[in-house]
């Protein structure tokens, strides 16, 4: 019954940038802690960013830290991931996700495409 919908992937050169944007239902568990996951092609899904939605608190994988920002509009549940430098390592399907389950994520969005070219 949680929805995340995702918008802002695309295609883009090395050293580009792309915002992504998740708009999210109302759902207790999402009003605590919203994150990014993302999936390249061959390779397991892997956490990107994660925000306590409460005090701001945030976390970065270290492959994307110093270039990525995660926050949220916790009034209109709105969670964002601007994304800088981009690499083409960074190509991936990129998810919004929300909700602490087994140590990661508990709900994904539908994903949203990134790719990065040379």
């Known amino acids: 019954h949680l929805q995340l919908v995702e918008s802002g992937g695309g295609s883009v050169q090395a050293g580009g940038s792309l915002r992504l944007s998740c708009v999210a239902s109302r759902y207790e568990c999402a009003s605590y802690y919203m994150g990014w996951s993302r999936q390249a092609p061959g390779k397991k899904r892997e956490f990107v960013a994660d925000i306590d939605s409460m005090d701001g608190t945030t976390q970065y994988a270290d492959s994307v830290k110093g270039r990525f920002t995660i926050s949220k509009d916790n009034e209109k549940n709105i969670l964002s991931l601007q994304m800088n430098d981009l690499k083409p390592e960074d190509t991936a399907v990129y998810y919004c996700?929300?909700?602490?389950?087994?140590?990661?994520?508990?709900?994904w969005g539908q994903g949203t495409q990134v790719t990065v070219s040379s």
């Open positions: 996700a929300a909700c602490r389950h087994n140590g990661g994520f508990g709900y």
